[in-house]
């Protein structure tokens, strides 16, 4: 027959497993946040956070499971200790712990998850956007430059930053810059916005990351429409940049 030394060392156990899982879900949390921090030193978007995002996210959803796991055994237990005893009860306090810890762990799960997702536009609130590309630098400028011809825009300039680093006899990752665009199009967003003509012609970045994964970014659309008071029926006129962009992921 079991005695308060029992459902003592069944609640003992319950507790340190909720501590456990509090542990995971701050762990968790901490891990996920150091993405943003690497982000701030580094300002390149959202290729800054890299793993620690949804690896802290995975800790977090492990310490909810922790405690709703521990939660049923714990019940678990005291259903099979009480057997033929009113000698024990869960402990309610611990069982509204438990519940409480994994609501929490889980709206912030949605919370990171969510600013995982909201993360991708962070660069473009900021007025650049970062589209990661499949291909090297120099393939991802060959399809842009090739994508340009094909609509009869005309390129302007290709500035190899990195080329001209290497023979300056220093060193820097693969960064190629694309300065294109149409007279026909630029001329009446300079006419309605003067001061538009700073952004124009319009400007491709393809540069490589530390990681090595390359990125397409450029100034978005609305940024440049907010920036220079631009009429809104114009923006479309812009919008060509981003059709660019997705073309040569």
Not at 22 to 36: C, D, E, N, Q, Y
Not at 144 to 155: C, N, Q, R, W
Not at 171 to 190: A, N
Request: with cysteine; proline share 4%; charged share 15%.
């Amino acid at each position: 027959m079991s005695g308060a030394s029992d459902y003592l060392a069944a609640e003992r156990t319950f507790l340190a497993w909720i501590r456990t899982g509090l542990a995971l879900m701050g762990f968790g949390f901490v891990v996920a946040r150091f993405g943003i921090y690497i982000q701030a030193l580094g300002g390149r978007g959202q290729q800054g956070l890299g793993l620690s995002a949804p690896f802290g996210t995975t800790l977090v959803g492990l310490g909810v499971a922790v405690n709703i796991g521990c939660a049923w055994n714990y019940l678990r237990m005291v259903r099979e200790l009480s057997q033929g005893s009113d000698l024990g009860r869960p402990s309610r306090l611990g069982l509204a712990l438990a519940g409480v810890l994994a609501a929490l762990g889980l709206a912030i799960v949605a919370g990171l998850v969510f600013f995982d997702h909201e993360t991708a536009h962070m660069s473009a609130d900021s007025g650049i956007v970062m589209v990661p590309s499949h291909r090297s630098v120099d393939q991802t400028v060959d399809t842009i430059e090739g994508m340009l011809k094909a609509k009869g825009i005309k390129l302007f300039a290709l500035v190899d930053h990195s080329g001209e680093a290497q023979a300056a006899g220093l060193e820097m990752r693969p960064t190629k810059l694309l300065i294109f665009g149409s007279p026909k199009s630029g001329t009446p967003l300079m006419v309605a916005a003067p001061s538009i003509a700073i952004d124009l012609p319009l400007k491709l970045l393809v540069s490589e990351d530390a990681s090595g994964k390359v990125w397409i970014s450029y100034n978005s659309p609305e940024y440049l429409q907010a920036r220079h008071d631009l009429p809104k029926e114009l923006v479309g006129v812009l919008a060509g940049v981003e059709g660019l962009a997705k073309g040569a992921e």
